[in-house]
């Protein structure tokens, strides 16, 4: 089964820049609510709208970890509920790293809370994950159930192909587009 993103080069523009800012020290978060388009052998996942995570959308946030205000969280459950829309969580690492990106021990953690709540909220949607940091990004999606991701297969930006480091689960990039 592969895994798509789609999302435009203004979309992704807006979502990386407010990411990783020149200088950030702090990891940062956003969302995109996505259409969901599935067949067989593919779940594609279109951006439809964004939203950037401001200093007061965040209960905690520091270098290595994030925690979204209940305000801020309630918002964006609420729009995606009314707009019919999956959630996509984006969350950066805007530190330098020799290593590749992937999903730090927190980040999975807190995913065995928060997609099972996802899960709830939005039935019947997939839940997807990207974490970027400034040397590339790796994603995950839960379309099968709340406990078991799968890599993301591509990140689609306007038609070209970007994919995820696919680090957390073991670094091992299989499927191509």
């Known amino acids: 089964m592969q895994h798509v993103i789609d999302v435009t080069t203004r ?14 020290t702090r990891e940062s978060a956003a969302f995109i609510f996505a259409s969901v388009q ?3 052998h593919m779940l594609v996942l279109t951006a439809q709208d964004f939203t950037l995570v401001g200093k007061d959308g965040f209960r905690a946030q520091y270098d290595d970890y994030i925690e979204l205000s209940d305000e801020a969280r309630i918002s964006i459950i609420k729009k995606a509920h009314r707009t019919n829309t999956a959630l996509i969580e984006l969350h950066s690492h805007p530190f330098d790293s020799p290593w590749a990106p992937s999903f730090s021990l927190a980040d999975m953690n807190g995913f065995g809370e928060t997609v099972p709540h996802m899960w709830w909220r939005l039935p019947g949607r997939p839940y997807a994950a990207i974490v970027v940091a400034p040397n590339g990004f790796d994603s995950l999606v839960w379309q099968k159930g709340p406990h078991a991701p ?3 297969t591509a990140l689609r930006v ?14 091992h990039h299989v499927s191509q587009i």
């Open 38 to 40: 599935e067949s067989p």
């Open 150 to 152: 799968d890599c993301l």
């Open 11 to 24: 979309q992704k523009t807006a979502i990386w820049d407010h990411l990783l800012p020149e200088g950030a």
């Open 158 to 171: 306007d038609g070209e192909t970007l994919l995820p480091t696919d680090m957390t689960l073991g670094g």
